[in-house]
C-alpha cells in the first residue's frame, strides 16, 4: 500500500533545503515546528559563535538571542538560501555585536596590564599562554586548542569570519559570498590572508616547531 | 616568481585553486627554496589544527531554554495580533468603543473648560473701542444719592433728562438747532453706548428717575435756596417768576456751579468735556414790536443764529446762538432798548459759540 507522500518532504525535495517545511510551519504560527529547527542547528551556531568569541557562556547567549531573532523574523525569509545560512548570518550578526559592545567596554574599563597588547606589525607582547621553547607536544590538547583559539581570535573580524566558515564549519565559497554578501574571489583572498596571518601567529607562539 | 609572490599563491595551491601551470612552477620553486617549503608546511599544520578543533557541545537544555524564549515570544504575539486584534468582533467593537469615549472625553472637556483658557475678547475690545471705555467709566460711576442731589436734578423741567443727555453726550453746537439736537443726540448715545455698559443705562435712568420726585418734593421747600442754580444749569425756555426777582451775577453763578456735588462734576467730566457758555437777560420795553426788530436787527449785525423764538402776551422769548466774541458787543446795543438786566453770564469758553437767551416783557 503506497503511503501518501509528506508535504514537507515534498517541499524539501524541491527547493534542496531540509527546513524548508518546518520553516513554512513556523511561517504559518506553529511554535513548535521552530523546535525542529533549534534541535537540528543548535550546535553549529553555537559552534561558529564561540570560534567567533572564544567565550563559551556569552556564545551560548548569543546563540539563544539568534534563535529568537530568526523566530521573530521569520516571516520574511523566502527561501533565497538555505535556512542554515540565513541562520548563520543572523549568528554572525550577534556575535559582531557582542565582540563590538565587547571591545566597547573594554576601553572604557581599560586594559589589564596582563592583557596581550597588539603592536603595530601585528606582533602580540606579553601573551599570557606564550612558552619558548616548550614543544608542540608537550602541550596537551586541551591547551593546544585553547591557543588555536586564541590565536582565531587575534586575527581581523573580516578574515576571522571567513576561517571560521571555510575552515571550521566547511561552508563552501559560494555560500560564504553569499552569507557575507561578497563576491568569490574576495571571499578567497580574504581566506589566504587569514591563514597567513594564523601561521603566522602560531609561529610566534611555537616557533619553529610547527 | 619571487619568493613573496609564491608565497601568496600558496594557501590556493593548498586548496588546488591554481592553474596547472601556476601549480608546475610553485612545485618547482618549493624543490629548491628552503624557505617557502617551510613556509607551506607551517600553513598545512595550521590547516590541520583548525580543522582539528574539536566542536564544543551545547549546553543542557540548550534546546529547552531557546523554545522557552521562543514560547514567551510567541505567547506574547499570539495575545496581541490574534487575541486582541486579528477578530474583526473584537476588534471592531473595541474601536468603536474607544471612538465614542474620544468623543466624549472631548465634549466633556471643552464644556467644562476653565474660563482662562477661552480667548480674552472683551479686553482687546475695551482697548481697541474708545468709546466702550468711556461707557465703563460711566457705568462704573456709583451715582449720588439722593441727599446730593445736585440743582441740575433737582430742575423742574420735563425735558431734565434729555438736557442731561446732552450734557453726556457733548453735541458740537454747530450741528444745529436745539430741536436737531434732541433730535440727534439720543442715537448717538445708544451708539457710543457699549456693550458693556448698555445694561447701566436703563439702571441709571430709573436713578434718576427714583431721584426726579424726591427732587420736585424738595423743590418747594428748597427752591429759595437752589432756585438760582436752577437757573444757571438749565437754560429753559420760560424761567420761574420767582427768578426774575433774584439778581444773579456773574460771581453768583460761578459760586453756585461750585456747589455741584463732586460725584455729579466728576461724571459730567468724564462724559461732557465741553460746558456750554449761556447769556440770559431780560430785558422790559415800552414798544414790543419795536423791540423785536431792533433786537432782531442787532443779533443779524453778529450774525446770530437763531434756534428759538417763542411771542405771548406780554411776553416773548428769543434764543440764539452767537460768537463769543460778539456778546459784549451784542449785550451793550440791547442795553439801549429798555431796562435791563442781565440774569446768567456764563462763559465756559472765550473761544467758541454763546447760547443767549432774551426774555422781552412789556414795561407796564
Request: aromatic fraction near 6%; proline fraction near 7%.
Amino acid at each position: 500500500m503506497p503511503e501518501n507522500p509528506d508535504p514537507v518532504e515534498a517541499q524539501n525535495r524541491t527547493t534542496g533545503d531540509d527546513d524548508a517545511g518546518f520553516v513554512a510551519r513556523c511561517q504559518r504560527g506553529e511554535t513548535e515546528a521552530f523546535t525542529v529547527l533549534v534541535r537540528r542547528h543548535q550546535k553549529k551556531m553555537l559552534n561558529i559563535a564561540y570560534r567567533m568569541i572564544g567565550d563559551y557562556d556569552a556564545a551560548c547567549d548569543v546563540v539563544q538571542e539568534a534563535f529568537l531573532s530568526a523566530y521573530r523574523a521569520i516571516e520574511k525569509f523566502r527561501g533565497d538560501a538555505r535556512f542554515s545560512t540565513w541562520l548563520c548570518g543572523i549568528v554572525l550578526n550577534h556575535s559582531r555585536n557582542h565582540l563590538t559592545q565587547k571591545a566597547a567596554r573594554s576601553r572604557r574599563e581599560a586594559g589589564s596590564l596582563d592583557d596581550p597588547v597588539k603592536l603595530q606589525d601585528g606582533r602580540f607582547i606579553n601573551e599570557p599562554l606564550s612558552r619558548e621553547g616548550a614543544t608542540f607536544e608537550q602541550l596537551e590538547k586541551r591547551e593546544l586548542e585553547a591557543k588555536v583559539q586564541e590565536c582565531i581570535g587575534f586575527l581581523d573580524g573580516e578574515q576571522r569570519e571567513v576561517l571560521v566558515l571555510r575552515d571550521i564549519q566547511g561552508f563552501s565559497y559560494e555560500e560564504i559570498g553569499i552569507l557575507l554578501k561578497l563576491p568569490e574571489g574576495t571571499v578567497k583572498s580574504r581566506l589566504f590572508r587569514a591563514r597567513s596571518a594564523l601561521k603566522d601567529g602560531l609561529f610566534r607562539i611555537f616557533g619553529d616547531l610547527i | 616568481m619571487t619568493c613573496q609572490e609564491i608565497e601568496n599563491l600558496l594557501p590556493a595551491y593548498l586548496d588546488d585553486l591554481l592553474s596547472p601551470e601556476e601549480r608546475r612552477s610553485i612545485t618547482g620553486h618549493l624543490a629548491s627554496c628552503h624557505r617557502c617549503s617551510r613556509v607551506l608546511k607551517g600553513l598545512k599544520k595550521t590547516q590541520k589544527l583548525v580543522r582539528g578543533l574539536e566542536e564544543v557541545e551545547p549546553p543542557p537544555f540548550f534546546e529547552q531554554r531557546i523554545m522557552s524564549r521562543v514560547r514567551e515570544e510567541a505567547g506574547w504575539k499570539h495575545r496581541i495580533r490574534q487575541r486582541l486584534f486579528y477578530p474583526l468582533y473584537i476588534k471592531v467593537p473595541i474601536q468603536a468603543l474607544a471612538m465614542l469615549l474620544v468623543a466624549v472625553l472631548a465634549i466633556y472637556v471643552s464644556q467644562t473648560g476653565d474660563p482662562e483658557m477661552k480667548p480674552p475678547a472683551p479686553f482687546f475690545q475695551s482697548l481697541t473701542e474708545p468709546g466702550k471705555g468711556r461707557g465703563t467709566v460711566e457705568s462704573s460711576h456709583t451715582p449720588a444719592p439722593p441727599s446730593a442731589v445736585t440743582p441740575v436734578t433737582r430742575a423742574p423741567a420735563g425735558d431734565l433728562l434729555k438736557k442731561n443727555q446732552e450734557r453726556f453726550v457733548a453735541p458740537p453746537l454747530e450741528t444745529g438747532g436745539k430741536e436737531e439736537r434732541k433730535a440727534a443726540s439720543p442715537a448717538p448715545t445708544r451708539e457710543e453706548t457699549p456693550a458693556a455698559a448698555r445694561p447701566a443705562a436703563p439702571v441709571m435712568a430709573a436713578k434718576e428717575k427714583d431721584i426726579l420726585p424726591a427732587g420736585e418734593e424738595a423743590l418747594g421747600k428748597t427752591m429759595d435756596r437752589a432756585g438760582r442754580q436752577d437757573a444757571e444749569k438749565v437754560p429753559g425756555p420760560l424761567l420761574p417768576e420767582r427768578k426774575r426777582k433774584e439778581k444773579l451775577a456773574d460771581a453768583g453763578a460761578a459760586e453756585s456751579r461750585k456747589t455741584v456735588s463732586e460725584p455729579s462734576r466728576s461724571r459730567m467730566t468724564a462724559v461732557a468735556p465741553r460746558e456750554q457758555s449761556v447769556i440770559e437777560l431780560t430785558i422790559q420795553v415800552r414798544d414790543m414790536d419795536a423791540a423785536l426788530r431792533e433786537i432782531d436787527a442787532h443779533l443779524a449785525q453778529v450774525k446770530a443764529r437763531i434756534l428759538e423764538r417763542q411771542h405771548h402776551e406780554g411776553t416773548a422769548f428769543l434764543k440764539a446762538e452767537i460768537a463769543a466774541p460778539n456778546a459784549t458787543a451784542l449785550l451793550d446795543k440791547l442795553k439801549a432798548l429798555g431796562r435791563f438786566n442781565l440774569e446768567t453770564r456764563s462763559l465756559a469758553q472765550p473761544e467758541g459759540n454763546v447760547t443767549v437767551g432774551i426774555k422781552i416783557v412789556r414795561d407796564p
